[in-house]
Each structure stands twice: as structure tokens, then as C-alpha cells.
């Protein structure tokens, strides 16, 4: 029960994604999607369509492009195509929280850093998870108290006792790093597992707090 929990809240809370070409026929509607300001340097359009993109992909679960926006050093940890594997299979289940609307509240100025540059996101969500035992009740009201404990400063979580639906409203924080021409995407409390690793630059490590 507990590492179901902590799996949920893993997925929930955990974001890493870089970024693709968007095609020609698409230019002008993701410019206004992304709301791109005419004063927007080249590097901030970029980064406001990247962030479309991953917003999209994470919405409908889109396993390829999200594969395609992780940061790339993560795969040294693990494989791409093992990483395909484990999401499809993941997403798969039905087990897994249905981000449902993605808000980008701020985007800091982009910055360089000795590999390139970077900016922070603070994002707002809003996730759906259906429960997984929607006959028992002990174990809901266990999860939804569980879940309130993991995201008590980042959000609200209320429960649909007639859907069995656990409602999350929550706040994110990512980095997106451009070291090699295209924006990635690593949430905070990924990069810190990625501290460990010894893959985050570390001279960022002090931005994520």
C-alpha cells in the first residue's frame, strides 16, 4: 500500500522533459497558444513553445514527446527505450494521476549557466487519480490522507467519495535547461535525485530551492 503511494506521489510531484521543432503549419497558432510577447527574445519564444509542447504531451500522455523533452544526461541512468517501456506500461495501468490542465503562472528571466542557459517555471495543476480500491474505504480515506501529508505545501487534494476520484490542485517548479540548442525540462524534485547522480549541473544546485 505505502509504495503505491509513493509511486503516485512520484509521478505527481517528479517532471522531466526537451524540447522538439514544432512543424511550419503549426508556427502561428503555438505562438498564440504559448502567449508569446512581441518583446520575447528568440530564446523565450523557444522556450514558451517547448513548454506548449511538454504542457500537451504531459496532458494527453504522449510517451514519445515526453521521452523526447528528458533531459538527456538522465538517460545514463536509464536507457531511452527502457524508458519507453516503463511509461508505456505505467500509463498503461490506469494507475497513474490525469494531469488535466497545466498553467504557467511565471517564467523567470533565462539566465546563462557554464553549460548554456536556464530558466525556472512555477506552474499550476490540476490532477485527477481514480482510486485504485474503489470498494474499500479504509484504504481511500488511508491514500487521501496520505496524499495531503506529500503535497500539504504545494496543494490541495479533495476526494469524490461518489466518483472514487481523488481531485489534486497543486503548484510545481521546474528548470528548463538549453545546453545544446533545445530547452529540457527537469522538475525540482527530480533534479535533486539527479544531484546524486552526479548529472545536474552544479552550478545550479543552489536554484533549486
Request: charge should be positive; include cysteine.
Amino acid at each position: 500500500m505505502r509504495k503505491y503511494i509513493l509511486f503516485i506521489v512520484i509521478l505527481l510531484l517528479s517532471a522531466c522533459t526537451s524540447s522538439t521543432t514544432p512543424k511550419p503549419n503549426l508556427v502561428k497558432e503555438n505562438f498564440t497558444k504559448a502567449n508569446i510577447d512581441a518583446n520575447d527574445s528568440k530564446e523565450m519564444k523557444d522556450l514558451k513553445i517547448s513548454l506548449l509542447h511538454y504542457s500537451e504531451a504531459t496532458m494527453s500522455n504522449d510517451i514519445k514527446t515526453l521521452v523526447g523533452f528528458i533531459y538527456p544526461k538522465a538517460f545514463t541512468i536509464v536507457p531511452k527505450e527502457k524508458m519507453i517501456t516503463m511509461l508505456t506500461k505505467t500509463f498503461n495501468s490506469g494507475n497513474v494521476p490525469k494531469v488535466k490542465d497545466v498553467k504557467h503562472t511565471k517564467i523567470e528571466t533565462i539566465k546563462k549557466y557554464d553549460a548554456g542557459i536556464y530558466s525556472i517555471i512555477t506552474s499550476s495543476m490540476t490532477t485527477v487519480i481514480k482510486s485504485p480500491r474503489p470498494d474499500d474505504k479504509k484504504f481511500e480515506e488511508y491514500m487521501l490522507t496520505t496524499l495531503k501529508k506529500q503535497i500539504a505545501s504545494r496543494g490541495t487534494v479533495t476526494l469524490d467519495k461518489k466518483k472514487h476520484l481523488f481531485n489534486i490542485q497543486h503548484s510545481n517548479k521546474t528548470i528548463a535547461l538549453n545546453e545544446e540548442g533545445s530547452w529540457k525540462f527537469v522538475g525540482f524534485k527530480q533534479a535533486k535525485k539527479y544531484i546524486d547522480k552526479g548529472i545536474f549541473p552544479l552550478m545550479l544546485i543552489d536554484k533549486l530551492n
